[in-house]
C-alpha cells in the first residue's frame, strides 16, 4: 500500500531547497525514485519518502545525467533525511506520546 498525504506534501510550500538552501518558489517535495519506496511504473513512491527540492535540485535528481546511480541514491537518501530533519525542528510534526 501507498501512504498518500497531500498535508505532509504542502509542507514544502515557501520552504528552502535542502539540498542548496535556494528559496526561490519552485521547492516541492520530490518523491524518491527509490524502489524499496514504493516507486514502480507509473506510480510515486510512498508521500513519506519526499526531500524539499528546487526545481534544479528535482530535475537534476529525476532527469540530470551528472549524477552516477549511486550518487543519486545517496542524494535521495541525504535529502530526505535533512527533509524530516527541518519538518521536526520546524513543529510541522510532532512525535505521538
Not at 526561490?24 to 508521500?47: I, R
Not at 545525467?65 to 521536526?88: D, G, H, P, V
Request: glycine fraction near 10%; charge should be positive; proline fraction near 1%.
Amino acid at each position: 500500500m501507498t501512504y498518500r498525504n497531500p498535508k505532509l506534501l504542502s509542507m514544502a510550500r515557501d520552504q528552502a531547497c535542502v539540498a542548496c538552501g535556494l528559496r526561490d518558489g519552485t521547492v516541492v517535495a520530490a518523491h524518491s525514485n527509490l524502489g524499496e519506496h514504493g516507486k514502480g511504473m507509473s506510480l510515486k513512491a510512498h508521500d513519506g519518502m519526499t526531500a524539499w527540492l528546487c526545481s534544479g535540485c528535482h530535475f537534476s535528481l529525476d532527469q540530470g545525467s551528472a549524477m552516477t546511480r549511486q550518487e543519486r541514491r545517496l542524494f535521495t537518501l541525504e535529502n530526505i533525511c535533512k527533509t524530516y530533519m527541518q519538518l521536526w525542528s520546524q513543529g510541522l510534526i510532532k512525535e505521538n506520546t
